[in-house]
């Protein structure tokens, strides 16, 4: 099987990992100070302030907005369900407006709209690597003063007019298994403001600047130092393996003549966390006959999150005919640095053959009547 993610991890790792092992010392320490001194440089920012996971990083750069019950935060629905769980996780309410056909991300038009006196942040995605809108959404959030939280999980190293994500808001990034670089588990808030990033830190360790006096609720959101070890490596390789996915992806758009490949909008540089297609209306039965060629395709999302089982039952009842449209037609194939050029080869070969089965099968239901 074609897998459709793979963790690319070597001999650095392994050594940086029994270093840190072999220290003494497992629960956040030097190498996270060191892996959070490492990232707000790469990413070009005054602060980065490490964390259990993408989603923590999420909820914790939430609160110290001061987002809280009663607030309201403008969102993506076509996304992974911990964004907009973790408003929810503050007490505030999402309010999603429907993205963008051309980059699948919030559309600050349709985000505009949805802005009243509750709101308090905008939480763009920049979905499968792809930056949002950042000029038309900084501008959105300076207008109507309202914090600017960006869900970068998917996009580390991506950068919009030649600036990285995560440095036009507060940065939040996933170190998951299957993202660009790997903890294994892992997250990163980056931020220019200071006093933002001493917040994150109270509330990532229980609300204590000093060991064992509490100032504020907070949680255990802390890293490992494992975790750091494995993070300082991997960053040192990430541009070289967003390079791969890149020429992965050109080398799948050149390869796929007649299907609707991604389109990598001006300005923006797209890192490819999932390379993705609109399949239509044949969209599972290319899903069916991938997976019969040992290649692994997936669906991100299959709902939009206003549709997800949670989000009904909180009421939520709104049309978002993009979001829709999308989750019903997308197909993400094998794009990570891990693949060799036949295993390319063999996907880009799968997918024209599955689309091509596709077509003569609709062709041949009209021909019946169908
Ligand atoms: C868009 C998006 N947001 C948030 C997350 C949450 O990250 P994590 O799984 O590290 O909690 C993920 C990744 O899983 C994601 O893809």
């Known amino acids: ?116 006196e509750r709101t308090r942040a905008l939480l763009p995605v920049h979905l499968y690597g792809q930056p949002a809108d ?46 660009n670089m790997t903890t294994g588990e892992g997250g990163m808030i980056t931020t220019d403001d200071p006093e933002l990033a001493a917040r994150a830190r109270l509330l990532r360790d229980h609300g204590q600047r000093r060991r064992y006096v509490s100032e504020a609720l907070g949680y255990n959101l802390r890293m490992t130092e494992v975790a750091a070890a494995l993070g300082l490596t991997q960053l040192q390789k990430l541009d070289a393996l967003n390079e791969r996915r890149r020429a992965n992806a050109r080398y799948l758009t050149e390869h796929l003549p007649g299907a609707t490949t991604p389109r990598e909008l001006p300005g923006r540089h797209h890192v490819y966390h999932q390379y993705t297609i609109r399949a239509g209306r044949g969209r599972d039965a290319l899903l069916g006959y991938l997976r019969d060629r040992d290649v692994e395709a997936a669906v991100f999302y299959p709902l939009p999150v206003n549709k997800q089982p949670l989000y009904r039952g909180l009421g939520y009842r709104q049309r978002l005919p993009v979001a829709e449209r999308l989750s019903r037609e997308v197909l993400s194939l094998p794009v990570h640095p891990g693949l060799s050029w036949e295993e390319l080869d063999a996907v880009a070969s799968a997918v024209r053959e599955g689309l091509a089965v596709g077509r003569a099968g609709r062709v041949a239901m009209r021909g019946a009547g169908g």
């Open 1 to 116: 099987m074609i897998r459709i993610a793979q963790p690319l991890l070597g001999e650095e790792e392994e050594q940086a990992v029994l270093a840190a092992l072999r220290s003494g010392r497992l629960a956040q320490g030097p190498l996270v100070r060191r892996f959070e001194e490492a990232f707000a440089r790469y990413i070009g920012v005054r602060e980065a302030v490490a964390v259990s996971s993408g989603t923590a990083a999420l909820h914790v750069a939430l609160l110290a907005h001061g987002v809280g019950p009663g607030d309201e935060v403008v969102t993506s629905p076509f996304t992974f369900v911990a964004t907009a769980n973790a408003v929810l996780a503050t007490g505030a309410r999402p309010v999603f407006a429907d993205v963008s056909e051309e980059d699948f991300n919030l559309d600050p038009a349709r985000a505009g709209e949805c802005i009243n």
């Open 134 to 179: 950042m000029e038309a959404l900084m501008a959105l959030a300076r207008r109507h003063g309202l914090a600017l939280v960006e869900d970068a999980c998917q996009a580390v190293g991506a950068s919009f007019g030649g600036r990285k994500v995560g440095s036009f808001g507060t940065g939040c990034f996933s170190f998951y298994a299957t993202k």
